[in-house]
């Protein structure tokens, strides 16, 4: 850096590029989510579908990769988050709020566990909208995606 006569700085010989959209190439990771926590594998999930992992990282674009999360149904929440944790929905009309414990979602839906978690993570923009498309969830073992030739992601988690 060097300063000029009026007291501003300028910058000798950086130059700054900024990543287009069209250069951009996303990945394709796939977790197992077995005995994971839902707190500890949903930040990491969003690190990653945000782009955060890279270093062409803006936050104004759409740079994270694509998650392939099997094994849904078997995933963990510490402490009495079975029975104490509750999911609203809203049906719009008078009254019309439905709750529901986590073990009900868990028999039921276990993929809207994770995906819910991952939700609240990423921006409650269009951008975040546009992101959690690239996340795929399945409750079992098997998933569509083998042709994208997924590479195992290993969350650096506590398992407990």
Partial sequence: LR??????????????T???GAE???KWYVVDATDLVVGRLASHIAY???GKH???FVPHLDCGDHVVVINAEKVKFTGNKWRGKVYHHHSNFMGGIKARMAEDVLKTHPERILESAVRGMLPHTKLGARQIHSLKIYAGEQHPHEAQQPLPLVPRLNRK
């Fill in 48 to 50: 990653v579908l945000r």
């Fill in 54 to 56: 890279k270093s062409n």
């Fill in 3 to 16: 300063s000029s006569n009026r007291g501003s700085w300028s910058v000798l010989s950086m130059k700054m």
């Fill in 18 to 20: 900024s990543v287009k």
């Fill in 24 to 26: 951009l190439n996303k």
